[in-house]
C-alpha cells in the first residue's frame, strides 16, 4: 500500500512535526500544502485573516504538490484547527482531489478548542470518494509561549501511529 502523508502548519508547526513522526514509523512520501499567496503580517493579522477564510468556505490555491494523489492507496491529512474548522489549505486539498477507491485517515492539531474539524474533514474525503478511518486530535498549549507543547499524552500519539503500519 503507498501512503502519502499531507498537512498543512502554521502557528508552532505541530501539524508538521506529527506528520514526520508517522512518516519516520510509516513511511511514505510526504507533502506540504502551501498556498500561492503566503499569509503574511503578525499572529494576530492571520488570526484575523483566518477567521474571515474560515467563515466564508475559503479554498486558497495551493503550490504544486509535487506529487500525483492518483498515484497512492492511502492519504494521511493534517490540519490545524481554525476557528473551529480545518485551515483553508486543508479544505481545498480534501475538496479538489478524487479519493475514489482510497483510503484518507485525517488528523486534527488544536489549542483546545477543536470544534468539528475532524468531522468535516471525514464529510469531504466522503463527498470525494474516500473510505475514513482512524481520524485523530492532538490537543497542544493554549498558552502563545508554549503553543508547541503537545496536553495529549505522547503514548496516545504512539498507539496512533501503530495503528497506521
Ligand atoms: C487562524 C487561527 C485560528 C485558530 N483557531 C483555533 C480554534 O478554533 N481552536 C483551537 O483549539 N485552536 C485554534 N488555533 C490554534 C491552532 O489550532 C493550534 O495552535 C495548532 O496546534 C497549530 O498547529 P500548527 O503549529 O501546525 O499550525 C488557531 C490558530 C490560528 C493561527
Not at 505541530?14 to 500544502?33: C, F, H, M, P
Not at 499572529?43 to 490555491?61: N, R
Not at 484547527?81 to 480545518?86: F, I, Q, S
Amino acid at each position: 500500500m503507498k501512503t502519502l502523508i499531507v498537512y498543512f502548519s502554521y502557528t508552532a508547526g505541530n501539524t508538521k512535526r506529527i506528520a514526520e513522526r508517522v512518516q519516520a514509523s510509516v513511511g511514505g512520501d510526504i507533502a506540504r500544502l502551501e498556498p500561492v499567496t503566503p499569509y503574511k503580517g503578525s499572529y494576530d493579522d492571520v488570526v484575523h485573516q483566518g477567521q474571515e477564510e474560515v467563515e466564508c468556505g475559503y479554498k486558497p490555491a495551493l503550490k504544486s504538490l509535487g506529487v500525483n494523489v492518483k498515484d497512492y492507496d492511502r492519504i494521511i491529512v493534517g490540519s490545524p484547527t481554525w476557528w473551529y474548522k480545518m485551515a483553508p489549505a486543508a479544505l481545498t486539498f480534501l475538496s479538489e482531489n478524487d479519493f475514489t477507491g482510497k483510503t484518507v485517515v485525517p488528523f486534527m492539531t488544536n489549542a483546545g478548542w477543536p470544534g468539528t474539524v475532524l468531522k468535516d474533514m471525514t464529510a469531504v474525503a466522503e463527498k470525494n470518494g474516500a473510505k475514513v478511518e482512524h481520524g485523530h486530535e492532538f490537543r497542544f498549549s493554549s498558552d502563545s509561549k508554549h503553543f508547541d507543547r503537545m496536553v495529549t499524552p505522547e503514548k496516545e500519539l504512539e498507539q496512533w501511529i501503530n495503528t497506521l503500519k
